[in-house]
Nanobody, 120 residues
Framework: QVQLREFGGDSVQTGGSLNLSCVAS????????MGWYRQAREKQREMVAS???????NYGDSVKGRFTISRDDGKNSLHLQMTQLKPEDTADYYC??????????????WGQGTPVTVSS
């Protein structure tokens, strides 16, 4: 099992910045990449940014150019630098780590989420 714990959610004004962090613990050798998802109220969860095990980043269209994902392997942590925040970025942000031996999505790992609120 892998435990994912997020940090950094807060309330900011439009145009502000936030840095989210996720620390992984447990059986981290089962992880195949990591990423961030978000879910706004009454909306489906969407991928924000991800990074493959080889360190290749991928971003959702709505955050390209504003968010940057990075990883610190020595600390088993994943980070999301968010800039130029907009009210539509308001959501609960979840750390996600695919299980390389997952048979279905229930085998993948999720954090508990951290809330981000962007006010206009």
């Amino acid at each position: 099992q892998v435990q994912l714990r997020e940090f950094g959610g807060d309330s900011v004004q439009t145009g502000g910045s936030l840095n989210l962090s996720c620390v992984a613990s447990g059986s981290i050798w089962t992880i195949d990449g990591m990423g961030w998802y978000r879910q706004a109220r009454e909306k489906q969860r969407e991928m924000v940014a991800s990074m493959t095990a080889d360190g290749v980043p991928n971003y959702g269209d709505s955050v390209k150019g504003r968010f940057t994902i990075s990883r610190d392997d020595g600390k088993n942590s994943l980070h999301l630098q968010m800039t130029q925040l907009k009210p539509e970025d308001t959501a609960d942000y979840y750390c996600h780590a695919p299980n390389r031996w997952a048979k279905d999505d229930s085998d993948n790992y999720w954090g508990q989420g951290t809330p981000v609120t962007v006010s206009s």
